[in-house]
């Protein structure tokens, strides 16, 4: 039985790489983290009910169980319920990113991982749990305080004045008992939530309900405004309605709190669905915004070296004037803002109110709400809201708001990282592509002669392989050709293929025989040692000769190519190889080569195995022997031409893409 370590903070990962664990327990142990590794999301669901841990990282492609379906089970265990979840995995699509947060995760990463991205969103959804309990916690103690709290008992005559109000009452709204009786009821409901109190009277004396509930604002006597809960019923004496008596309970800080939760979801969903900080930012404002009726709101940008703030985004009501918001769109200023200090919303808005003649803003409205956007201590904006001042601001609701600052600033900084790291994607792409065409452009064109016919297909895989081959006239009856694959993909695998291709057309090889196969890679294994095994090639290397049809050729580890001599159906196949290593693998290597005698009307198919290391839907590979079988198919039926073979490939590989450059050569021996 797994043991839950003390006084640490337990980390359970869920991966089936083991190096994937290694790799993250690497990182998260230099925070002090106790790490527990498991194999699968059904490991992880036993491990989750023994040990307890503080926060769980799944990966989402498992056997036995995937991390879905694990994080799903999660939350309906009481180890799992409240652990947050931090889905890893290399799937990057709005699909998996929207399932994994309806199975209950808590966030999503996708591979690679950045070491700091990790170990920042974990402090992160670790500190949200001590929030989020100790939020609870308060929560509970409140439930009690409040059902242990003194109700307010008020009457009231058929038209609402008040007749009995008890001590309660001052605790609730400041006033003594004895100033608000024989004042109408009503002049202490917030004038906003007036109709709904108005209703609630309605049901009572014209529906004759028994009972009737409301939730609605107040007014304190110094301004302020609370929520209440009524509870009420009818007042009646000898048959005769004589009036309403009921309860009051404050239930101010349950409704900031339901509001600030709903604040926050709204905010917490816009960050995890946008595509760009943009987006984000003008969905933050706009919810935000949207919550207390404002009608504007900006975005102002911190530059570090200028010491200025500028305005990137902003957020209007539908209302708005048009003019106005025409004007609004032109003005883009800036100010010098030196005091981030946040101590508590009220001093930050005393300082920067100081600070703002500057910013434009409609004339009719008013600056409501501030704070600054934060990642720990850098200093990345602040955000403005802007209302027509109608009533006063819950300053303790909007204190909590400001908490979310470093939340949208991690969040800024996640979006500018992955921006930066796409455009960077996309350089080296460019880059790549350019060398995929520099490698295009050093292929032969196919060539047809009275006695011989080439055919040739380049498909490169979606990284720069290591693919290429050439074929040229040595004299006028000795045509030289060769295919061969450098293993890997890259930069690297590319300029080697290319640099081999260079000495070989060139015949810049030392003490070789361009007519003799087995001196070429002799040579080429000498000056092409690769460390450690790494980066070695295959090749297959022949010349024909058309006067006596003798061709010699020779190979290293490379497939063999394929002949195919006869007529119809007394067509055979004859796999042409020598049993040599691939160049570069081992020193003082002699290689062999073979001579053999080609038939008219005989088709030599030179090929790399990407063409036919396929991957099937079973697990399988497709296979050498089902590639040479398409070849027999296809000669026997006459369908002789190259781009025939490479239709049969495509249906095979389903995917789409190969993983493997695809080359070929045809020769037609006439």
Not at 257 to 264: C, G, H, N, V
Not at 599 to 617: N, T
């Amino acid at each position: 039985m797994l043991t839950p370590p003390q006084e640490k903070t337990v980390i359970l990962i869920a991966d089936d790489e083991s190096l994937s664990r290694k790799s993250l327990s690497l990182i998260l142990k230099k925070d002090g983290y106790e790490i527990i590794g498991v194999e699968n999301g059904q490991e992880c669901l036993i491990a989750c009910q023994e040990i307890h841990p503080d926060i769980i990282l799944l990966d989402g492609l498992m056997p036995i169980m995937d991390g879905f379906e694990c994080c799903r089970q999660l939350k309906t265990l009481p180890c799992g319920k409240d652990t947050p979840v931090l889905m890893i995995t290399g799937l990057d699509d709005n699909n998996s990113v929207n399932q994994a947060y309806e199975v209950g995760a808590t966030d999503f990463l996708t591979k690679p991982i950045n070491p700091a991205v990790l170990r920042r969103r974990i402090r992160y959804l670790l500190d949200a749990k001590k929030a989020e309990r100790a939020l609870r916690e308060s929560e509970e103690k409140y439930r009690s305080l409040i059902e242990n709290l003194k109700e307010v008992i008020f009457y009231t005559d058929t038209k609402g004045i008040i007749t009995f109000l008890n001590p309660a009452w001052k605790e609730l709204t400041h006033f003594e008992p004895e100033e608000s009786l024989n004042h109408n009821f009503s002049e202490y409901i917030y004038p906003k939530d007036l109709r709904k109190y108005e209703k609630g009277l309605y049901y009572l004396w014209e529906k004759k309900a028994i009972k009737y509930y409301w939730q609605v604002r107040y007014i304190k006597k110094n301004g302020e405004i609370g929520w209440m809960e009524i509870f009420a019923s009818l007042m009646t004496k000898n048959d005769e309605i004589i009036g309403i008596s009921g309860t009051l309970n404050d239930i101010t800080e349950r409704k900031r709190i339901e509001r600030y939760q709903k604040i926050e979801r709204d905010v917490i969903k816009i960050l995890a669905e946008s595509e760009g900080v943009d987006q984000g930012i003008e969905g933050v404002l706009g919810a935000i915004a949207q919550n207390f009726s404002w009608q504007k709101a900006d975005y102002w940008v911190f530059n570090e070296t200028t010491q200025l703030i500028h305005r990137q985004n902003f957020w209007y009501h539908h209302d708005l004037e048009e003019d106005t918001l025409g004007k609004e769109k032109e003005i883009y200023q800036k100010i010098i803002w030196k005091n981030w200090e946040f101590k508590n919303y009220e001093s930050w808005c005393k300082n920067i109110k100081s600070s703002i003649e500057l910013l434009p803003k409609p004339d009719h409205l008013e600056l409501e709400f501030t704070f600054p956007i934060n990642n720990g201590d850098e200093h990345l904006g602040i955000m403005f809201f802007y209302g027509e001042n109608d009533h006063q601001n819950d300053s303790i609701l909007l204190e909590n708001i400001a908490g979310m600052r470093n939340q949208i600033g991690i969040f800024i900084k996640r979006k500018q990282a992955e921006e930066e790291l796409k455009q960077r994607n996309l350089q080296l792409q460019s880059e790549l592509n350019l060398a995929s065409d520099y490698v295009f452009s050093l292929l032969p064109s196919p060539d047809d002669q009275e006695y011989l016919k080439i055919e040739q297909k380049f498909i490169p895989c979606a990284k720069l392989g290591g693919d290429i081959f050439d074929y040229y006239w040595l004299d006028e009856e000795h045509l030289a050709f060769y295919l061969l694959d450098v293993a890997g993909h890259g930069i690297h695998s590319a300029l080697l293929s290319v640099s081999i291709l260079n000495l070989v057309r060139n015949n810049s090889l030392y003490n070789t025989d361009p007519y003799q196969p087995w001196t070429i890679l002799t040579e080429l294994n000498r000056l092409f040692q690769m460390e450690e095994g790494n980066n070695y090639f295959t090749i297959w290397y022949g010349v024909y000769n058309t006067n006596n049809r003798e061709l010699v050729y020779s190979s290293a580890g490379h497939p063999p190519a394929i002949l195919i001599t006869g007529k119809n159906s007394d067509s055979k196949i004859i796999k042409l190889s020598t049993p040599n290593i691939p160049v570069g693998m081992m020193e003082d290597v002699e290689f062999d080569q073979q001579l053999f005698n080609v038939e008219p009307e005989s088709s030599l198919y030179l090929f790399s195995d990407g063409i036919y290391e396929i991957p099937l839907g079973n697990g399988d590979i497709w296979g050498l022997k089902n590639f040479t079988d398409v070849l027999l198919n296809i000669e026997q039926n006459k369908e002789n031409q190259l781009e025939k073979v490479i239709d049969r490939v495509h249906i095979i590989n389903e995917s789409g893409s190969f993983e493997d450059d695809l080359s070929i050569l045809k020769l037609v021996f006439v």
